[in-house]
């Protein structure tokens, strides 16, 4: 929901790379985004296009890695990736513990990387 | 067309913010202000628990109020009528607080001479997750009408809150909310959470949890700077 603070950061950090390496056009931007977090792709490409129309990073494509969400058992410390969906119930494969697990992965929200000319 | 070349970005988008929290938190800590960021969906009772948190500890501790309302003044009218000092920050559409918002509220308030601020964030369970405002605790609210399946569908909120207050628990025996279930959801990814069950019509928990805040402000003031 809150697509347009994250794109202007994004933005931001992005011509500030630009500037540092002298780029002329940004052509596509990989952003890596947690499972957890409910960014809408569609929605963060087109405040995008809009806020950075005049810029060097106007046109540029945004690339959405998905980070999957992974859990620590509190009791074993095996780590456990999940789907969302499955949050509600899950038991470590390792120790069968059914609770104390805590967020390993799965919020991040991290710029990777830019392709420039 | 010149050669496309790959610049290796490696930054968090939430760096910037992460650590004026950070700051604000220390800065806070130093004046002796304790910190409550109050989140909950929209009507889950987030003013009704202010009010009757600050009926309770108002004459034990100095108390003011930073309200986030998209674009009202009625939260901080009503905060008002109890005597407490409240800032109304209009957030325009923004969907949640961050620490500059936050910095904005607190400039208004004499904040050394505070001993406890609740922040009323903007009512929604996902966007205020994921911003840290640079509060001491994170509490947030489930009313009962809003079903005992929510832990699953934020995942986030819950696993980052200190503590949840259950509220509209004169709601229960019309509804099919589970307690002991959403209790077990929650803890999955949070085993630590103070959990209090209340209802602002009658009153009920409300003791408990504020003797509870009461004393966790109390701790934490006592606390030695490092
Ligand atoms: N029955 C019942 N009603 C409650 C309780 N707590 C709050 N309400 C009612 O729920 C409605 C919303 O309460 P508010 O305190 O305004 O909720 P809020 O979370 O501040 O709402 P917004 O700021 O609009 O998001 C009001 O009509 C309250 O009177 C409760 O424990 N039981
Ligand atoms: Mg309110
Ligand atoms: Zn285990």
């Known amino acids: 929901?809150?697509?347009?603070?994250?794109?202007?950061?994004?933005?931001?950090?992005?011509?500030?790379?630009?500037?540092?390496?002298?780029?002329?056009?940004?052509?596509?931007?990989?952003?890596?985004?947690?499972?957890l977090s409910d960014l809408e792709s569609e929605w963060i490409q087109q405040y995008f296009d809009?806020?950075?129309?005049?810029?060097?990073?106007?046109?540029?494509?945004?690339?959405?890695?998905?980070?999957?969400?992974?859990?620590?058992?509190?009791?074993?410390?095996?780590?456990?990736?999940?789907?969302?969906d499955q949050l509600g119930d899950t038991t470590c494969p390792k120790c069968s513990a059914t609770g104390n697990f805590s967020i390993e992965s799965g919020r991040e929200y991290y710029i990777k990387e830019m392709e420039a000319e | 067309m010149g050669d496309i070349k790959l610049i290796e970005v490696k930054e968090d988008i939430l760096a910037d913010n992460d650590a004026a929290a950070a700051e604000l938190r220390e800065r806070l800590k130093k004046e002796k202000t304790f910190m409550v960021n109050l989140m909950a969906s929209p009507g889950a009772g987030k003013t009704s628990l202010l009010l009757q948190t600050i009926t309770a500890l108002k004459n034990d501790l100095r108390i003011s109020v930073i309200e986030a309302d998209i674009d009202s003044i009625v939260d901080a009218e009503k905060i008002a009528e109890t005597g407490i000092q409240s800032i109304q920050l209009r957030t325009g559409g923004f969907c949640h607080l961050d620490v500059s918002m936050v910095k904005k509220g607190l400039e208004a308030l004499d904040t050394d001479s505070l001993d406890l601020i609740f922040i009323e964030n903007v009512g929604n369970l996902v966007c205020p997750a994921e911003f840290d405002t640079g509060a001491t605790i994170d509490i947030m609210i489930l009313s009962i009408p809003e079903g005992d399946d929510k832990p699953l569908k934020?995942?986030?909120?819950?696993?980052?809150?200190?503590?949840?207050?259950?509220?509209?628990?004169?709601?229960?025996?019309?509804?099919?909310?589970?307690?002991?279930?959403?209790?077990?959801?929650?803890?999955?990814?949070?085993?630590?959470?103070?959990?209090?069950?209340?209802?602002?019509?009658?009153?009920?928990?409300?003791?408990?949890?504020?003797?509870?805040?009461?004393?966790?402000?109390?701790?934490s003031l006592a606390e030695k700077n490092p």
Not at chain 2, 162 to 169: F, G, P, R, S, T
Not at chain 2, 179 to 205: A, H, Q, W, Y
């Open chain 1, 50 to 84: 809009y806020l950075s129309k005049d810029t060097v990073a106007g046109g540029a494509v945004l690339k959405i890695e998905r980070v999957p969400i992974v859990l620590k058992c509190g009791q074993c410390a095996e780590s456990i990736t999940i789907r969302k």
């Open chain 1, 1 to 35: 929901m809150h697509e347009l603070p994250v794109t202007e950061r994004v933005l931001d950090i992005v011509l500030k790379h630009a500037e540092k390496n002298h780029v002329r056009k940004i052509v596509s931007i990989t952003l890596k985004v947690g499972e």
């Open chain 2, 154 to 219: 934020y995942p986030l909120m819950f696993s980052k809150c200190h503590a949840l207050i259950v509220n509209k628990m004169d709601y229960l025996s019309l509804s099919d909310f589970n307690v002991d279930l959403m209790e077990k959801r929650v803890r999955k990814l949070n085993p630590d959470i103070e959990i209090f069950k209340v209802s602002c019509r009658t009153g009920e928990g409300i003791n408990s949890w504020a003797k509870w805040l009461k004393k966790t402000v109390a701790d």
